[in-house]
Nanobody, 115 residues
Framework: QVQLVESGGGWVQTGESLRLSCVASGSIRLHIMGWYRQAPGKERELVAHITPAGSRQYIGSVKGRFTISRDDAKKMVELQMNSLTPEDTGVYYC??????????WGQGTQVTVSS
């Protein structure tokens, strides 16, 4: 088990950028790391994830705008979010998967994008 702490959320206007960070309490070298978000009244959805080898996957609505990256030496995962829109508003959660039934979650950080 690792503890995950997100930071970097905030309020921005449409078209602006934010960078979210997630720091783990232990090694994530063998973990698939992901970012999820939950908009008001909606279910949590996967935004992006990155494997230990660096392979990335994104939800279609953010592809080309968001970039997920990892720095295992710093036990950190980041999500660079560009060209933000109000549809990107929500609570963003860091996720770490280290087995088929083992996952850890951060507490979430709020992202609000206004028109």
């Amino acid at each position: 088990q690792v503890q995950l702490v997100e930071s970097g959320g905030g309020w921005v206007q449409t078209g602006e950028s934010l960078r979210l960070s997630c720091v783990a309490s232990g090694s994530i070298r063998l973990h698939i790391m992901g970012w999820y978000r939950q908009a008001p009244g909606k279910e949590r959805e996967l935004v992006a994830h990155i494997t230990p080898a660096g392979s990335r996957q994104y939800i279609g609505s953010v592809k080309g705008r968001f970039t997920i990256s990892r720095d295992d030496a710093k036990k950190m995962v980041e999500l660079q979010m560009n060209s933000l829109t109000p549809e990107d508003t929500g609570v963003y959660y860091c996720n770490s998967v280290r087995g088929p039934r083992i996952a850890d979650w951060g507490q979430g950080t709020q992202v609000t994008v206004s028109s």
